[in-house]
């Protein structure tokens, strides 16, 4: 009897135990915050403070401080790739600063180097993610996550602004679509296109049965040459899934014809 109450009471003490473990889990987990995590808020100022300014990039002492850059307002520690990122390093110019739009651009000038991208489309949006888990993956410790930065992403307790949030629900949705491109383009090919001097740009199917069209995916900016069918089925709404497609004629172009010229504007 004795043993059977010791042993309910062993049961009991496991199961609070483990609840308790459970709760707190929960909660680190759920507060996504810096403290949490014990990472830091940097002010811009306090964020140029880490540019690697007067580091040489082939140098192999041992780092003084740090060498910081932010992508969308977080703070990753790149000073393991000084290679890069100190003075006469390619990138350094990514450090001390959030250069969100230029990881994309590709305009690495003061006026480029800028953290608005509020105006991206998905593809762009996507490719801001793609760096942001390049820093935060990288070489499995090579770079790491060291606070977030206080502006546009974050507020001064390091929790997420509206602007980020809107974008994170924008990037949901581009990811869901990217998957729906996916798999559209496998039903619509796309078009061969040569582009040749004093002619423009030509467009060709390589069934006779399909009509290149000029056709704009929802949520991107830059349109793609899609074979559509002459006959004037509509293909793919299974995998579209309630996405609406542009299409249209290129000018001047035979919408029957499964060739078409497009001469260049100049
Ligand atoms: C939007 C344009 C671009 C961005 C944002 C970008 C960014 C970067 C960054 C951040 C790194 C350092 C990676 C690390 O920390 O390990 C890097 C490395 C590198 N990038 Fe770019 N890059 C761009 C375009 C290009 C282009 C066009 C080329 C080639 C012509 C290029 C060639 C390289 C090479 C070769 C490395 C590695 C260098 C090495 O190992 O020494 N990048 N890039």
């Known amino acids: 009897m004795c043993i059977y109450i010791m ?8 199961v609070a135990i ?24 940097f002010t811009a100022d306090e964020l140029q403070q880490y540019s690697g300014d007067g580091v040489k990039s082939t140098g192999t002492e041992p780092l003084e401080k740090p060498i910081y850059l932010a992508v969308m307002g977080k703070v990753f520690d790149v000073s393991k790739g000084r290679r890069f990122y100190a003075e006469g390093g390619g990138y350094s110019f990514f450090t001390g600063i959030d250069g969100t739009r230029a990881f994309v651009s590709g305009n690495f000038t003061k006026e480029g180097l800028r953290d608005d991208i509020e105006d991206f489309d998905d593809e762009q949006l996507l490719g801001v993610e793609h760096w942001i888990s390049f820093y935060e993956s990288k ?21 997420p602004t509206p602007v980020l949030e809107n974008i994170l629900i924008r990037l949901a949705r581009a990811k869901e679509r990217r998957e729906k491109k996916k798999a559209y383009h496998k ?12 002619k423009g740009t030509t467009y060709k199917c390589s069934e006779s049965k399909r009509s290149p069209r000029k ?43 499964s060739t078409c010229n497009v001469p260049s504007k100049d």
């Not at 042993?7 to 496991?14: C, E």
């Not at 483990?18 to 808020?41: C, F, H, M, T, W």
């Open 7 to 14: 042993k309910v009471y062993a049961l009991s003490a496991l």
């Open 18 to 41: 483990v609840s308790v473990v459970i709760y707190y889990y929960r909660s680190y987990i759920q507060k996504e915050g810096p403290r949490a995590r014990n990472l830091k808020v």
């Open 139 to 159: 070489s499995e410790g090579k770079y790491f996550l060291a606070g977030y930065l206080v502006g546009r992403y974050y507020d001064s307790n390091g929790q």
């Open 187 to 198: 039903v619509v090919p796309s078009c061969d296109s040569h582009w040749e001097q004093g």
């Open 215 to 257: 056709e704009t995916f929802p949520g991107e900016k830059t349109p793609r040459c899609a074979c559509i069918l002459i006959d004037g089925t509509v293909e793919g709404a299974n995998v579209l899934k309630g996405e609406h497609v542009l299409t249209a004629v290129y000018d001047g172009c035979d919408p029957s014809s």
